[in-house]
């Protein structure tokens, strides 16, 4: 059984509040978090927008966003006491004269912490931030929560943590990731340092190299007009993927404090070694997903989805990066994420060497494999060499320890949201990222993105509903006799 702790009482108002985040995956979250008694019936939910919305319509739009993304059937008797909670006010938060006074009405003036969580574009965070503080709002426990990405590039990231940091104070700033909130993304510290087993063998001594894969088979859908702006690299890359290498990479922290945690991340960006154009047609490969089949449909073109033949965004990304430290010379990290995949599944494997002397002959397989296996089907393996059963010489098969989380813990699996919204109240910073991590992150990005304009690299096509992506991909790993991992290879 999963013990849930109840929080302190704090009241939490939602800018963007009747949005896709909010209906997707807060509403939800912050609905499961009660249901399992961890939020106290006296705090406060206020959803905030421009349209205007009664305090009913509202809570109809909660409870259709609930049973719709809760996965699960919503009670009436439950609902009635958590509907109670939530209230809806129309306003422009981005004008410091809008009617300030109307939502602090709202809100319960004690010491309970106020978070303002901005899911909203990240073009209005300063204004929004700067009319909170005008408005007297971000004084005492206030914090705020500010969602991916952060920006567009190293410059604006830089302006919105300077123009929310002359508000807020950096330890009331939670920039969330919501990789960091997944049960698996979590247990690779747990992993990496709660056994004694790993840690000798991390380094470029025993590991050949890494990989890292979010593979995702939706395509872009009604989020075209943004993603067309971020393409893979803004939307996956600067942050879901660079925060698993920095976990996968990072040294031990002292502790797991936020600070720890998030200072031995920070080195790990900074080690990473700048793409050159001299070399980024040879280690990177960019890509736009066609036409394909995916799960028996046919499905548009990243291009015939968009209705524009012009765009050279990338659906797809992926590179081999190398961590420039002692840890980890000569040991390429190999990423890619790309949309309109095969599947949807997200994994770190770790590639051990080969034994240094293949006793049991030349073909039979002799390294070690250890997946670490983020969604769906969460769990670890370790694949082992074996013997095959049976008389008639000795031959040799690499089998995996299997670690199925499902199997081992008969759990629903909390969403990212749901864990990261209670940290917010509990004032825990340790999965979000600090403004240097965001920042060093945009740098790396930034000049992947100019060697890629320098150099002029082609934007290949990819059929939907390849395992791989692009050809160019594989051959980014055949190119050092390597291939990606795939399940049953
Ligand atoms: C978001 C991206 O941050 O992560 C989306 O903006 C992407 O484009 C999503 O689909 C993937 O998250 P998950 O949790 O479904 O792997």
């Known amino acids: 059984m999963a013990k849930f702790i109840p929080v302190d009482t704090f ?5 963007g509040g009747t949005g896709d985040l909010s209906q997707r995956k807060l509403l939800p979250a912050l609905y499961h978090r009660f249901l399992d008694g961890q939020i106290p019936e006296d705090s406060r939910l206020v959803a905030a927008s421009r349209s205007t919305m009664s305090n009913k319509a509202f809570r109809e739009f909660a409870l259709e966003a609930c049973k719709n993304f809760t996965g699960e059937t919503v009670e009436p008797e439950d609902w009635a006491k958590f509907e109670k909670m939530l209230s809806y006010i129309s306003m422009d938060a981005t004008d410091p004269d809008a009617d300030w006074d109307k939502l602090k009405a709202q809100l319960v003036d004690d010491d309970r912490p ?11 965070y300063v204004p929004i931030c700067e009319a909170l503080g005008k408005a007297g709002l971000s ?8 969602e991916k990405p952060i920006g567009t590039d190293l410059e604006s990231a830089r302006a919105i943590n300077a123009g929310v940091g002359a508000v807020f104070r950096e330890d009331h700033i939670y920039r969330i990731d919501h990789y960091l909130g997944k049960e698996t993304v979590q247990n690779l510290l747990v992993l ?7 840690e000798p063998l991390w ?19 009604d989020r075209a007009g943004y993603y067309d702006s971020a393409g893979a690299v803004r939307d996956m890359l600067q942050n879901h993927l660079l925060q698993l290498l920095c976990l996968i990479a990072m040294e031990p922290p002292n502790s797991v404090t936020a600070d720890e945690i998030r200072t031995e991340k920070i080195k790990v960006l900074n080690a990473l070694r700048p793409v050159e154009a001299k070399c980024a047609a040879q280690e990177t490969v960019r890509a736009q997903y066609g036409p394909g089949t995916v799960d028996g449909k046919q499905v548009k073109g990243y291009l015939e989805e968009l209705d524009n033949q012009d765009s050279k965004t990338e659906t ?25 995949m095969r599947s949807r599944h997200s994994e770190i494997v770790v590639q051990f060497r080969e034994a240094p002397h293949a006793m049991f002959g030349e073909e039979q397989a002799h390294s070690n494999r250890l997946i670490i296996r983020l969604q769906p089907d969460e769990g670890v393996q370790l694949y082992v060499q074996i013997k095959e059963p049976g008389p008639g010489g000795l031959r040799v098969q690499s089998l995996p320890l299997n670690l199925s989380y499902a199997e081992s813990f008969q759990l629903r699996y909390p969403d990212a949201y749901e864990r990261l919204l209670m940290d917010v109240v509990r004032g825990n910073l340790s999965l979000f990222m600090r403004r240097e991590e965001v920042e060093e992150a945009w740098e790396w990005v930034d000049g992947l993105l100019d060697a890629w304009q320098d ?12 395992e791989d992506g692009p050809v160019e991909a594989r051959m980014l790993l ?12």
Do not use: C, M
């Open 478 to 489: 055949r190119q050092d006799e390597r291939d990606w991992w795939s399940n049953g290879k």
């Open 192 to 198: 990496r340092f709660g056994n004694t087993l790993f």
């Open 114 to 124: 106020t978070i303002f969580y901005l899911a909203v574009t990240p073009k209005i």
């Open 11 to 15: 009241d939490l108002v939602i800018f």
């Open 316 to 340: 797809f990304v992926a590179i081999k990066a190398w961590v420039d430290n002692w840890r980890w010379a000569r040991v390429p990290f190999y990423l890619r994420t790309g949309k309109r």
């Open 455 to 466: 150099a002029k690299v082609p934007v290949y096509t990819y059929s939907a509903g390849l």
């Open 203 to 221: 380094n470029r001594t025993a590991i050949d190299h890494i990989q890292i894969t979010v593979s995702e088979d939706v395509g872009v859908g």
């Open 139 to 146: 004084k005492g426990d206030a914090r705020v929560v500010l």
